[in-house]
């Protein structure tokens, strides 16, 4: 038993050790274009959340609109949101850059019941 405890406390030793000494940078969406944002950028892992999501078709997130009408088998991967989506509602495209990246990544979440929905667990402070 006392063998038990001593190896499970190295174990636990081992892990702390490795997550506290370990350079392993975390992705975040870059907020740079807001004004002034309230938050840090949300940690978003790209490739590693399209993996565990079973995501392959790009357009899902990467959507194209035209005369506000879903354009299929078409993806906007290689632009940012921010080209389409603006700080503010415009005639062009009624929905603002927050609400859209909110929208898209929350709905998902709700719907497939998995996935960060409050604040804190997306926006994780550095």
Known sequence: MKHKII???FILFLLTAVVAFSDIEVERLDPS???KPHRPGAVFEHD???EMAGIEDCAVCHHVY???NLVTDE???DSLCSECHFLKKTPENS???EV???KRCKTC???ENKGPVLCGECHIKE
């Open 48 to 50: 590693g959340h399209n």
């Open 66 to 68: 035209e005369d506000k």
């Open 75 to 77: 993806s906007s991967e």
């Open 33 to 35: 274009v807001f004004e």
């Open 7 to 9: 190896f499970m406390g």
């Open 95 to 97: 929905i603002p850059l």
């Open 100 to 102: 859209a990246y909110h």
């Open 109 to 111: 979440h709700f719907e």
